[in-house]
């Protein structure tokens, strides 16, 4: 099994400041990672997948980056409502695994 | 706009069983495998199971095989869920999820609101 390790575990940030949220692979997953945001009593939603593609209807602020086992997710100028919980999954190999996690909070 | 609505969340004993239902709309269905994936409360995303566009396949996490079983009725443009030898580790949110591309591994790009189950006695 893949295990997906994000940091950091806490983000603390004004907004107009820049997010950087890292996610590590244990192993290699070529560029088959996907990042998703998730607010409180909300399901996640698709941000970007295959590493750098945006899902639909997201904003350009958000950009990912990687490949193999490090990855990133970049929000360029937190919004107010980027304030949630994040987290990285990989498609390479089955089972489908997700990262625990990394929550950006207003500083 | 797609929409997917779960059903049939509740309380359950230990050892029980229950069946999840989701209901998709708004999205040719038989066009798109389609996945279930839970949340503990408190606690981050497990992905649980998937399945093919025609039903034809399907794949689970290790800790459901033998014990829950996905299944989807393309004329009912629905997806299942069903659970059984029920434990109080299974107790979480489940979602239904669309895959997004044509793979079966793809991300997820469309979820429901969830459905919680609720594993005591």
């Known amino acids: 099994e893949i295990v997906l390790t994000q940091s950091p575990a806490t983000l603390s940030l004004s907004p107009g400041e820049r997010a950087t949220l890292s996610c590590r692979a244990s192993?290699?997953?070529?560029?088959?990672l996907a990042w998703y945001q998730q607010k409180p009593g909300q399901a996640p939603r698709l941000l970007i997948y295959d590493a750098s593609n945006r899902a639909t209807g997201i904003p350009a602020r958000f950009s990912g980056s990687g490949s193999g086992t490090d990855f990133t997710l970049t929000i360029s100028s937190l919004e107010p409502e980027d304030f949630a919980v994040y987290y990285c999954?990989?498609?390479?190999?089955?089972?489908?695994?997700f990262g625990g996690g990394t929550k950006v909070e207003i500083k | 706009e797609v929409q997917l609505v779960e059903s049939g969340g509740g309380l359950v004993q230990p050892g029980g069983s229950l069946r999840l239902s989701c209901a998709a709309s708004?999205?040719?269905?038989?066009?798109?495998?389609m996945a279930w994936v839970r949340q503990a409360p408190g606690k981050g995303l497990e992905w649980v199971a998937n399945?093919?566009?025609?039903?034809?396949?399907?794949y689970y996490v290790e800790s459901v095989k033998g014990r829950f079983t996905i299944s989807r009725d393309n004329a009912k443009n629905s997806l299942y869920l069903q659970m059984s030898s029920l434990r109080a580790e299974d107790t979480a949110v489940y979602y239904c999820a669309r895959v997004l591309l044509s793979h079966i591994s793809s991300p997820f790009d469309y979820w429901g609101q969830g459905t919680l189950v609720t594993v005591s006695s």
């Open positions: 708004a999205f040719t269905f038989s066009g798109y495998c």
């Open positions: 192993q290699g997953v070529t560029t088959y």
């Open positions: 399945i093919k566009k025609d039903g034809s396949d399907e």
């Open positions: 999954q990989q498609r390479n190999n089955w089972p489908l695994t």
